[in-house]
Nanobody
Framework: QVQLVESGGGLVQAGGSLRLSCAGSRRTFSNYVMDWFRQAPGKEREFVASVNWNGGSTYYADSVKGRFTISRDNAKNTVYLQMNILKPEDTAVYYC????????????????WGQGTQVTVSS
């Protein structure tokens, strides 16, 4: 069992930045691929970014490529999502998830989820 806790969400103006963090509970955190997903009201949960077990490979949704950066620090059992040049359409609840399939954009490939953190971007 891996428990995940997100933090760092909030309200920001368009063009601004936020950094989300996701802290994992187990020392085996480094065994897992870590993804970020997001879900806006009335929409399905969508893939945002993925990082492999050692942080050496990353993968992004086209909608955030060049603006968002995913990274991880296995010594701290933490994965990050740096979000720059935020847009109103980035408004959503952001979730981190742990799984075994790098590059997957399918939520059902991920067995462990955090509770989510709200990101609101005002225009």
């Amino acid at each position: 069992q891996v428990q995940l806790v997100e933090s760092g969400g909030g309200l920001v103006q368009a063009g601004g930045s936020l950094r989300l963090s996701c802290a994992g509970s187990r020392r085996t955190f480094s065994n897992y691929v870590m993804d970020w997903f997001r879900q806006a009201p009335g929409k399905e949960r969508e893939f945002v970014a993925s990082v492999n077990w050692n942080g050496g490979s990353t993968y992004y949704a086209d909608s955030v490529k060049g603006r968002f950066t995913i990274s991880r620090d296995n010594a701290k059992n933490t994965v990050y999502l740096q979000m720059n040049i935020l847009k109103p359409e980035d408004t959503a609840v952001y979730y981190c998830a742990a799984g075994l399939r790098f590059g997957s954009s399918t939520p059902t490939d991920f067995g462990f989820w955090g509770q989510g953190t709200q990101v609101t971007v005002s225009s």
